[in-house]
């Protein structure tokens, strides 16, 4: 499985984009934020509700720098059925990434080998490529797409700021800490 600080493998995949089906590889989004968010199947129950969300907030991913994949392990073609036939994924203007053999999932440690789905898991990719935050829920359990915005814009501050740390739910424009300087005279 990927760990925090890795770099994510250079993978070539099937995507349905903008009534397209494309292919596309993940080194291609280098210089650019991700949000990769991993998804049992489509036409379900929780996944829709995250990904029409995810779409809401998509223009704010995009306005970070960041491109958001979703990925499951159906076929392009099911995206696009899924994509013509529900209200709520209509509104997806980010790629649908297919992963019917399951090689992605397996290299990002969400693939559940029995069932040939994948968990809902979350990453956030730095622009060299490198894994910075992931979180894996059980299939019953929907995340929040505003907590992995503001995952992803804490990253970013992090990475724009060397040397500060975002403390637990750090907004944009709240005070971040300086290590070692923020303990002085707390001691």
């Known amino acids: 499985m ?58 704010k991913f995009q306005a970070e720098g960041a491109e958001v994949l979703s990925v499951s ?25 297919a992963d019917p053999s399951g090689v992605m999932s397996r290299e990002f440690g969400v693939y559940i080998e029995s069932e040939g ?18 979180e894996i829920h059980d299939n019953s359990i929907g995340r929040s797409m505003k907590e992995l915005l503001r995952k992803l814009q804490a990253a970013k501050f992090v990475r724009e700021h060397g040397g500060e740390v975002c403390p637990a739910s750090w907004e944009p424009g709240a005070k971040p800490l300086k290590p070692g300087l923020d303990l002085v005279g707390k001691i």
């Open 73 to 97: 392990t159906d076929t392009v073609y099911v995206h696009k059925a899924w994509h013509d036939h529900s209200p709520a994924i209509k509104q997806i203007r980010f790629p649908m990434i």
């Open 117 to 134: 789905l994948a968990l809902r898991g979350s990453f956030i990719v730095d622009p060299d490529g490198i894994l910075k935050a992931y």
């Open 2 to 59: 990927l760990k925090i600080g890795h770099k994510i493998p250079d993978l070539e995949l099937d995507a349905y984009i903008h009534d397209e089906i494309k292919e596309v590889r993940l080194h291609g989004f280098a210089g650019k934020w991700l949000a990769i968010v991993f998804y049992p199947a489509d036409f379900t129950f929780v996944c829709p509700t995250e990904l029409e969300e995810l779409a809401k907030l998509y223009p």
